[in-house]
């Protein structure tokens, strides 16, 4: 159980091929646990494995419905089998710095999954809670949020990331 350092665009990682996970042993369990423990300490609404260097179909997702709750649910290989409807709201996402932005997402989702022992299950998702797993499924799929953007607003994003990047660098001598 450890608390993982996530890694932020543009790290090629997170945009490697996923593997579907394949044995459901001890390994998975502890990675469940470091996905859950990191995305609180973060703290952030969700985390998918590959923005902690393992490039398997894992996603964590805080369902918990207050602060003193800590209520996750562990999705591996998740896929989205039906969705409808629209929404937008504003999306940030903790592999991107600095950047919320508004976001397009299906408004319901019917989701299907694996738990922890392989098994597989199914449920029904809308509005914010949609919106997380849209946003971890992207992961899996090396898709990040700047990607839904138009493309003027990804250029100054990468600009002001640079600048970014620069500065944090000059500041650390
Ligand atoms: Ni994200």
Redesign the pocket.
Known sequence: MAIKKILTFPNPVLRQKVETVTSFDESLKELATDLAETMYDAP?A???AN?IGVCLRVVVVDVSENKEEKKHLVLVNPEIIDKEGCQIDEE?????IDLTAKVERYRKLLVRAQDLDGKSWEFPAEDFFARVIQ??L??INGI??IDHLSSLKRTLYKKRLKKILREQEEGSF
């Open positions: 952030g969700g985390l998918a923005q940030g996402c903790l592999s991107v946003h971890e992207d992961h990040l949020f």
